[in-house]
């Protein structure tokens, strides 16, 4: 869907992100594409206003930020928690909205940050993970995609058992955040 001009994705985590989606919505013209989710993630952990690109919990500085974007919101703060509570730093973030203006802010958002994770429940090749890849494209930011791996299309089970089936659990996002930064 981002690749189609002037196309504007939504894709809120929870019912705040869902409200601030639908007034982002009527105060912008042109093509939409709105992703709701199955569950609401709540809105306990809502520390930050509500924006495009939007901090969550953990350590604004930290090398790491995990970045996701819809339902798969729980995971990545349940990730930045065992990240906590082993001792390593990251912050995360959610993306209830991806616009024209998206490459700029995520940019400016994810300055601190050495690596990025992006998270997602579906395949990240053409995805998510793609278009912050090409955001961040000459930062010399090192971006890792997680998400539902190519070849498990035939395998069916409730969203738990598929999340850690491809890896995108809290663990599974731990494990990889972990290779990938030589802890």
Do not use: W
Request: net charge negative; with cysteine; aromatic share 4%.
């Amino acid at each position: 869907m981002a690749s189609l001009p002037h196309m504007i994705i939504l894709l809120p985590a929870n019912a705040p992100e869902a409200t601030y989606c639908m007034n982002y919505a009527c105060a912008h013209g042109g093509p939409k594409y709105l992703r709701l989710g199955k569950n609401d993630n709540g809105g306990t952990l809502d520390v930050s206003p509500l924006s495009s690109v939007r901090y969550h919990v953990g350590d604004m500085s930290a090398k790491v930020a995990i970045v996701s974007v819809g339902g798969i919101l729980d995971v990545a703060l349940e990730a930045g928690a065992l990240m906590m509570d082993a001792g390593l730093a990251s912050a995360c973030y959610s993306v209830p909205v991806i616009d024209v203006h998206f490459a700029e802010t995520i940019r400016e958002r994810l300055l601190p940050h050495k690596v990025i994770v992006t998270l997602e429940e579906s395949i990240p090749q053409c995805g998510f993970g793609s278009i912050v890849r090409e955001a961040l494209e000459g930062t010399g930011k090192r971006v890792v995609t997680l998400g539902a791996k190519r070849d498990n299309h035939t395998v069916v089970g409730d969203q738990h058992y598929m999340r850690k089936m491809h890896g995108i659990d809290a663990c599974g996002v731990v494990r990889a955040i972990m290779e990938v930064c030589d802890v």
